[in-house]
């Protein structure tokens, strides 16, 4: 997504979350008038601070 949407119609819903002292994921479905798309997000731990996080994401059938 390149552009700044023009209206507030998007928005995340939390499908899934969990985690422990190593790693935590998360897993949500972003919202979109022009199609939804199913996000996953693995955040890893150290010292109990964030330290790095991967974004996986499904691209839309259409590009």
């Known amino acids: 997504m390149t552009k700044k949407p ?7 819903e939390v499908l899934d979350i ?3 002292e190593h790693v935590a994921w998360l897993g949500r ?3 979109r ?3 939804n ?3 996953l997000a ?3 731990l150290v ?3 964030l330290n790095s996080c ?3 994401y499904a691209v839309p059938a259409d590009g």
């Open 42 to 44: 693995l955040y890893k």
């Open 29 to 31: 479905l972003w919202k």
């Open 6 to 12: 023009s209206d507030k119609t998007m928005h995340f």
């Open 37 to 39: 798309s199913e996000r």
């Open 18 to 20: 969990t985690g422990d």
């Open 33 to 35: 008038p022009d199609g």
């Open 54 to 56: 991967r974004d996986f």
């Open 47 to 49: 010292e109990g601070k």
